[in-house]
């Protein structure tokens, strides 16, 4: 089955700085990479995603690129502010004979936003 | 408004006495699925459900039962509570690819 694995578990920047977290998976099959934030408290929310069909997508100040090849994709954070501290995970599709049957998530990154 | 809705929100039991987690959502979507969350580990599922009566374990299903009679409700059940499942669990529903988690239950067994 898929495997995702996700660097860092932890990650602490300076306000206004940029953030990066990686994943990497394992299915070749996978098309569908989601990035899910976590506030303290609530359940995880759908953040951004990417189809393998682009290498690329922006919403604002977050980004998600995709590298098939290697088989990794990447969250990445612009001009981070006190709201963006949370745990992010990244997913992928499971799938089985008849399609895909959810998602299998990472471990999660801790992002700590420092004022 | 779109959501799934659990509950209890907090629970602390003693061990071996039954409970269950509710879990509903209005989307009127067919996979559902319940997971845990413990630190380090990450989001691991414990069981889902393609469907109405259908239902499969996840990757730590051990000391769980679930049931799903119908499409809205998808009840977590343990019954008997041991210390080691004292974790945070969320219930989530599926459209397509993406999951629309509720707000989690906190369970500590004693």
């Known amino acids: 089955g898929e495997n995702v694995e996700q660097h860092p578990s932890t990650l602490s920047v300076q306000e206004g700085d940029s953030a990066v977290i990686k994943c990497t998976y394992s299915?070749?099959?996978?098309?569908?990479f989601p990035w899910y934030k976590q506030e303290l408290g609530k359940g995880p929310q759908l953040i951004i995603d990417?189809?393998?069909?682009?290498g690329e997508k922006k919403d604002q100040r977050i980004a998600v690129t995709l590298n098939k090849t290697a088989k990794h994709f990447s969250l990445h954070i612009t001009e981070t502010q006190p709201e963006d501290s949370a745990v992010y995970f990244c997913?992928?599709?499971?799938?089985?004979?008849?399609?895909?049957?959810?998602?299998?998530f990472g471990k999660g990154t801790h992002l700590i936003i420092q004022p | 408004e779109a959501q799934v809705t659990q509950n209890p929100r907090y629970l602390i039991t003693v061990t071996g006495k039954k409970l269950t987690v509710t879990c509903s959502q209005n989307?009127?979507?067919?996979?559902m699925s319940w997971y845990r969350q413990d630190p380090g580990l990450g989001l691991r599922q414990i069981y889902y459900?393609?469907?109405?009566?259908?239902?499969d374990k996840g990757d730590v299903p051990e000391g769980y039962k679930v049931s799903r009679k119908e499409k809205r409700n998808f009840p977590l059940i343990l019954e008997s509570p041991s210390p080691n499942q004292t974790s945070l669990y969320f219930c989530?529903?599926?459209?397509?690819?993406?999951?629309?988690f509720g707000p989690g239950t906190r369970l500590t067994v004693t």
């Open positions: 997913a992928a599709p499971v799938y089985s004979g008849g399609g895909a049957d959810g998602l299998t």
């Open positions: 299915d070749s099959a996978s098309n569908y």
């Open positions: 990417i189809r393998s069909n682009v």
């Open positions: 989307m009127n979507h067919e996979y």
């Open positions: 459900s393609m469907n109405v009566e259908v239902t």
């Open positions: 989530a529903s599926m459209s397509l690819y993406e999951q629309y």
